[in-house]
């Protein structure tokens, strides 16, 4: 059973973090969305690849997952036609990249209007938690 304390949900897959900042994804893995190096579908939460990071805030777009690691850093994977993940490439990641550049400390990372999506599925997945939680302390 793992115990996850940050969840986010695009509108074909989760992300989320376990409470050693580990990130766990699941759901449509097109273009390696979910960062275990592959490109196969996870109906169940699968590790995030590459060296261990430990993560402390996560959020997943519709076509890429980024996150903040403890030192502020930031990470990127999935779909990087358009440069997105900052990895100065235009190639999709299947593990997480750092966003080049001179070393920059982010502080919080959150989805823009362009993946509103996002925030209704995670608005949702948020009220579906608290139902279940609410029906079993009945």
């Known amino acids: 059973v793992k115990t996850f304390c ?12 376990d409470r050693y900042g580990r990130a766990w994804c699941w759901g449509y893995n097109g273009n390696g969305r979910l960062g275990d190096n592959s490109v196969s579908n996870r109906s169940t939460p699968v590790s995030v690849a590459g060296a261990v990071k430990t993560f402390c805030s996560v959020v ?4 890429y997952s980024l996150a903040l690691d403890k030192y502020g850093r930031a990470w ?26 001179a070393v920059k400390t982010f502080c919080k990372i959150f989805v ?7 925030f209704v599925c995670s608005f ?3 009220l579906m938690i608290v139902t279940l939680l609410l029906y079993k302390n009945v």
């Open 112 to 118: 823009t209007v362009f993946d509103c999506k996002c």
């Open 60 to 63: 997943k777009t519709t076509n």
């Open 6 to 17: 940050n969840i986010s949900a695009g509108n074909d897959g989760c992300i989320a973090l």
């Open 124 to 126: 949702f997945l948020l």
């Open 76 to 101: 990127g994977w999935g779909y990087n036609t358009q440069g997105g993940l900052g990895d100065n490439t235009t190639v999709d990641k299947s593990t997480p990249v750092s966003v080049l550049g």
